[in-house]
């Protein structure tokens, strides 16, 4: 069957060789661009002493849910100190805050054409499946021949793992918005880009919030896989103790990584539903 065997690694390869002399400056730009990003966050998230970046992280969780919520988030992120990952965890939400706000940057206006245009949407789905099906370290092969070890390629990948449910979100929450309800807008006179922005986004912003959710948290899961291409952060202490048989660095990186997750998903669903509760005083 050798005979018959489709080389389409190699295809993918020499096109990969082909983006880099042709795109080489464009991608330098990107990864600067990045890499200073991140540089720039971590170093604010690490420059404060832990117990008052607590303090902060626990009054925006307080502020997103509620007191019960920021007490319970303290407590953990104070655990997370007692077990010297605090630096480690920094690095990692510098990592997943960087990614996801590129992710949703894209993933939003994408979503939005999505929803005006049905032959864009048909278009660009299968591509997302594409994206959320293929096995996530697949992604830092490409991203390490294009951007070296480092960083870069596990932001990188991270954004094109993590960005599908933003644009699928997006989409499905301006499509729900009530049809009479724009309609009343055409019939004010409003042009399509004002009923965008006064009606169709603020009525689908609880869902566009859940895609953002989504995006955070797959960024999360990817970022911990970046640590086998060199990314810092809980990924690389996960990598270091499965190298070395730490059971004990293992369950602390883990235990980090979770606590971590916990709260920023609360911190971003409870965003969402004061919006949500926002809107319907509003409407009121």
Do not use: C
Request: net charge negative; charged share 10%; proline share 6%.
């Amino acid at each position: 069957m050798d005979e018959w065997r489709i080389p389409l690694g190699d295809w993918v390869e020499s096109f990969i060789d082909w983006l880099i002399t042709v795109l080489g400056p464009l991608f330098d730009l990107v990864g600067t661009v990045l890499k200073e990003t991140f540089e720039g966050l971590q170093s604010t998230l690490n420059f404060a002493p832990a117990w008052l970046m607590i303090i902060i992280l626990a009054v925006l969780g307080g502020l997103a849910r509620n007191g019960t919520f920021a007490i319970i988030a303290a407590l953990g992120l104070f655990l997370i100190a007692l077990m010297d990952q605090w630096e480690q965890a920094m690095l990692t939400l510098a990592l997943v805050l960087v990614a996801g706000a590129v992710a949703t940057i894209i993933a939003i206006p994408l979503g939005i054409l999505a929803s005006r245009s049905r032959a864009f949407s048909n278009a660009i789905r299968p591509v997302l499946d594409f994206m959320q099906t293929m096995p996530p370290l697949v992604y830092l092969i490409p991203a390490v021949v294009i951007f070296t070890v480092g960083v870069v390629p596990g932001i990188v990948a991270t954004i094109i793992f993590a960005m599908p449910p933003g644009v699928r979100l997006t989409e499905l929450g301006i499509r729900q918005v009530d049809a009479e309800v724009v309609e009343a807008g055409h019939a004010f006179g409003s042009p399509p880009n004002a009923i965008l922005r006064q009606i169709q986004l603020p009525l689908a912003l609880p869902t566009i919030m859940a895609g953002i959710n989504q995006v955070i948290m797959l960024g999360l899961s990817m970022v911990v896989l970046a640590g086998f291409v060199g990314g810092p952060g809980l990924g690389q202490q996960v990598l270091s103790a499965i190298s070395r048989i730490d059971v004990a660095l293992g369950v602390e990186a883990g235990l980090s990584v979770v606590i971590l997750a916990i709260f920023l998903d609360r911190v971003t669903a409870g965003l969402g539903t004061r919006s949500t509760v926002a809107r319907q005083k509003e409407a009121a």
